[in-house]
Every structure is written in structure tokens, then in C-alpha cells.
């Protein structure tokens, strides 16, 4: 059996726009990802790691262990042996009680790729492969998120653009979720049943082909 680690926010997690409820496991991207590469005759395991919050490498002044770099080493010894871990954080980054850019996200996504290759894993096992994957850009915040992210929609400009630049720098895989979704107009972060539904289809491939190669050291 494949393992792959999810490692990722609320966006993965599965918050119902406009709640505090949860999608199920089979509507989920991750879970959607899952159940497709069985069907397709993979024999993989997807773990989900997905903190509600989470920043890259920032802390949030109201909750601590928001950032994604607080134990992640450890998470990737835990889980170990990996086949792929995906990133997919960013988004937390432009939360209103912070300045940064879509470049600081960028590059708080390349210290937690650096943090993964270099993980104290066992002897022997495998360095995963790393897929990058952009989060639909911040829409318009509305109902519970329109203060927490106000201003975001403007912050993230170009966020899919500097992480690609990354993900091309560190020779990691790359995947633009932009491109197929978008943040739900309910509260204009969070995902809907269609949303996760179109994602995990569309990772199917795109982890079927990765799960073949070689790990990057």
C-alpha cells in the first residue's frame, strides 16, 4: 500500500462554506482523491492532515499551532514511509492580521518543502516526491469570514504564479486548482460539494502518474 499525506488547512479539511460542519470523507477532495485512485487499481492510503487555520510558516496571534512549520518534520517521521505528500497551504497567509504577499507565501511553501526533504525519517526509507498545489484564489469574504479575511481577496494576487515559480525552482511537481474552482460565494474561502468533488477528480491522474516515480532527495 501507497501512502500519501495530505498536508493542508480548512480548504482540505472540508468546512462547509457558511458552518462549522464538515463534508464527508467520500465528498472531500482527499477522500475523492482516495476512492478514485482505487477504482483506477491503486492500492493507496491518503492520510489527511488538514488543520483549520494553518498558515506556511506564520503563527496566528489568536490560535497557537497554526503554522504549518510547527511539527511538521515530525509528522513526516510519523507517517513515514511516504510515496507523495501534497501541500496545499497559502491561503491562511492573507488573513486580515497579516501583511503579507503572495511571494511571502510562496516561500513559506519552499521552507516547508525543505523542511519535509530533510526530515529525520528512518534509514532506508524513501524522500516523498512533493506535489505543490495552488488553492483557489480568495474570493469576495462573506458572513463568519468577511472580517477575518478582508483585504485577502487583494493580498493573494498572484499567489498561483510565485508558487509555480517555486515549485519549478525546487523541482517539485506542480498543480494549479485555480484553474478548475473557485471559493464558494457563500463566504468566499471555503469549498463546496462540487468544488472538492471537481479537485479530486482531477488529482487522480496527476497522483497516478507521480505515485510511479522516483523520490527527489
Known amino acids: 500500500m501507497k501512502q500519501i499525506l495530505v498536508y493542508s488547512d480548512s480548504l482540505s479539511w472540508g468546512i462547509i462554506p457558511g458552518s462549522r460542519q464538515r463534508h464527508p470523507f ?8 482516495e476512492n478514485g485512485l482505487k477504482a ?20 496566528d496571534p489568536y490560535k497557537p499551532g497554526r503554522s504549518g512549520l510547527e511539527g511538521l518534520a515530525q509528522r513526516i517521521e510519523v507517517n513515514s514511509p511516504l510515496a507523495l505528500v501534497i501541500l496545499m497551504l497559502g491561503n491562511n497567509d492573507f488573513q486580515s492580521m497579516h501583511p503579507h504577499s503572495a511571494w511571502h507565501a510562496a516561500q513559506g511553501n519552499a ?19 512533493i506535489l505543490l498545489v495552488a488553492p483557489p484564489q480568495i474570493g469576495m469574504p462573506a458572513g463568519t469570514m468577511a472580517e477575518k479575511f478582508n483585504g485577502g481577496d487583494v493580498k493573494c494576487t498572484g499567489f498561483p504564479k510565485a508558487l509555480g515559480k517555486v515549485a519549478k525552482e525546487l523541482e517539485c511537481p506542480f498543480f494549479d486548482a485555480s484553474n478548475i474552482i473557485h471559493a464558494s460565494a457563500v463566504d468566499g474561502v471555503h469549498l463546496d460539494a462540487h468544488s472538492h468533488e471537481t479537485l479530486g477528480d482531477a488529482l487522480v491522474p496527476v497522483v497516478a502518474a507521480l505515485l510511479g516515480e522516483p523520490a527527489t532527495p
Open 26 to 33: 467520500d465528498v472531500r477532495w482527499p477522500g475523492r482523491l
Open 40 to 59: 483506477a487499481g491503486d492500492d493507496v492510503r491518503v492520510i489527511e492532515d488538514c488543520l483549520n487555520g494553518r498558515r506556511t510558516v506564520f503563527n
Open 111 to 129: 521552507a516547508l518543502v525543505h523542511a519535509i526533504r530533510t526530515a529525520p525519517i528512518e534509514p532506508g526509507m524513501p524522500v516523498p516526491p
